[in-house]
């Protein structure tokens, strides 16, 4: 019995093959994509770089951002390791379906907040505003 047969066998006795994945990208891929934006944003890093650290190009990681091309296993791998995050920090607020969970304005101005922390470069800046903020949220947690 050849393999072709044992297949169309294994079939029509009542087994069924697995429904076909689509080729193109869909949701889970552009939230993955996101996801690994707002780390790269977070680290300060720019997409010519993230693109290096991985080996593909810019034009590339912009798909991989986008959600528009589909991302190997072995190249997400690179990626977390790149970004200093588990696989699974990508998968993060994906719903069942698929739905991805939207960031609230808070999130976004952390992300932000914490963007433009990254890109300053003096290192007693970056104190000076660290004890800024502790000093304020000392002072809320104080008023309550």
């Not at 689509?22 to 010519?48: F, K, T, Y």
């Not at 091309?69 to 698929?98: C, D, H, K, M």
């Amino acid at each position: 019995m050849s393999i072709s047969s044992l297949v169309q066998t294994s079939v029509g006795a009542g087994l069924q093959e697995p429904p076909a994945l689509p080729m193109r990208a869909g949701a889970a891929d552009r939230h993955v994509g996101a996801r690994i934006r707002e780390r790269r944003l977070l680290l300060g890093m720019s997409q010519q770089q993230l693109a290096e650290a991985i080996g593909v190009t810019y034009q590339q990681a912009h798909k991989y951002e986008r959600g528009l091309n589909r991302i190997s296993a072995g190249r997400l791998y690179g990626i977390a390791q790149t970004l200093g995050v588990p696989v699974s920090w990508f998968f993060e607020g994906l719903g069942a379906g698929g739905e991805t969970a939207q960031l609230s304005p808070r999130q976004r101005l952390c992300l932000e907040v914490a963007r433009n922390f990254a890109q300053i470069t003096n290192e007693r800046h970056q104190v000076a505003l660290s004890q800024m903020a502790r000093v304020l949220a000392e002072a809320k947690r104080e008023a309550e």
